[in-house]
Structure formats: structure tokens, C-alpha cells
Nanobody, 123 residues
Framework: EVQLVESGGGLVQAGGSLRLSCATS????????IGWFRQGPGKEREGVSC????????WYADSVKGRFTISSDNAKSTVYLQLNSLNPEDTAVYSC????????????????WGQGTQVTVSS
């Protein structure tokens, strides 16, 4: 059974940091790209970052470049997203998903999705 389980969300003040984790199982981790998406209140889901560790591909949305850092631990089949310098506009449910390619964050290319973790940034 394929599983992606996010953790690490919470409530943080503006300027603060969080580290999200996406623990995966049930598929060959090295064969997949793992993307992070978010959906804020009243907003559409958007791609945030993606990593395909097999060839070192890393993508970031412009809105998070320089503030968020994605990394992976292949031994643990886990991807991390470090969120720094958070602002209220980053408030959203953050979800991870698996695809054979980062695919310009085209959600239809992502085969498996987690349930998400809530990140709330207070001003």
C-alpha cells in the first residue's frame, strides 16, 4: 500500500520556521519525484517545491525561493521541507505527492498524495 504521511505543521508567528516531513512507503522512493503543494484558505492548490533525488533535480515556486529548502533522506524514504521567514500568506494545508517527474507542478502528473498538514502563520 502506497502511503505518504506529512507531519510537522503547526502554528507559528510571522518570521518563524517550521520543518515539514513527508514519510513515504509502498513504492520505490528513488524512482519518484516528491513534490510539496499547498492550499490556502480560499485559494487554489499550488506547487511549492519538488525534488527528484535520483538526478538532483530541485524546483521551487518563485514565492518561496530563498525561504524554503527541500531535502531528502533516501535511507528513510522521507522528504523534508524547511520553511523559514514565514509570513501569513504562507498559511495553508501543505501536502506532499509522488510523481515520476516534478512536471512543472502539474498536479495531474502526481500519482499519490498525502492527507496534508496545516501550517498557520500569525501576524
Amino acid at each position: 500500500e502506497v502511503q505518504l504521511v506529512e507531519s510537522g505543521g503547526g502554528l507559528v508567528q510571522a518570521g518563524g520556521s517550521l520543518r515539514l516531513s513527508c514519510a513515504t512507503s509502498g513504492f520505490i522512493f528513488d524512482d519518484y519525484a516528491i513534490g510539496w503543494f499547498r492550499q490556502g484558505p480560499g485559494k487554489e492548490r499550488e506547487g511549492v517545491s519538488c525534488i527528484r533525488s535520483s538526478d538532483g533535480i530541485i524546483w521551487y515556486a518563485d514565492s518561496v525561493k530563498g525561504r524554503f529548502t527541500i531535502s531528502s533522506d533516501n535511507a528513510k524514504s522521507t522528504v523534508y521541507l524547511q520553511l523559514n521567514s514565514l509570513n501569513p500568506e504562507d498559511t495553508a494545508v501543505y501536502s506532499c505527492a509522488a510523481s515520476f517527474t516534478c512536471g512543472h507542478f502539474v498536479m495531474g502528473l502526481y500519482d499519490y498524495w498525502g492527507q496534508g498538514t496545516q501550517v498557520t502563520v500569525s501576524s
